[in-house]
């Protein structure tokens, strides 16, 4: 298992539980995962860990409650390659950078085509200057079939999957689940 974690109080987090935990399968690298290598950068507000961090659209300016903080970037594309191996399962979860990361990997979507469970979030979208129609029509020409997984925070409920096509609207976070045809 190969883990990306841009922040270093999350890093230190999700280090701690793998060694509590015994996980020896799990490599953690502290980096942002995009559509280039080089260097990309978030706002840190207060000194606490965060679930939201996502990066920046631009290097925007920090505020009186914030520190901009700069962080490696890699694609999915050359960290694999550097490596000599292909992912099976891939899991995405970015806050609205969800098409940097794609834009970032379409030589494994193209010639690997590992299952995704790709977690969108409509609103942050914009700020990265696409859509979730943008990533879908990208997903079902790369050769996915997709699905949302509806009621996926709900607790002793059966998971719903509903077909997706490159037209359809989405209006809140959820997960789609994109497998290969």
Known sequence: VY???MDALNFSLLQKNITLNHCQNVE?????????????WYTRNLES??????ILADQEKSTRNSTLISVPAVTLDSFFKERQIMPDVIKIDVEGAEMQVLKGMTAILNNVKPILFLEVH???????NTSIQEILTLLLKSGYRLSEIRNIRKCNVKYKFKELKSEEKIFQNTMIYAVPQ
């Not at 409509?122 to 990265?128: A, E, G, Q, S, V």
């Open 3 to 5: 883990s990306f974690e």
């Open 28 to 40: 953690i690298i502290l980096a942002a995962v995009t559509e280039k290598t080089g260097t990309t």
């Open 49 to 54: 860990p965060s679930p939201t961090f996502r």
């Open 122 to 128: 409509p609103w942050n979208l914009p700020t990265f």
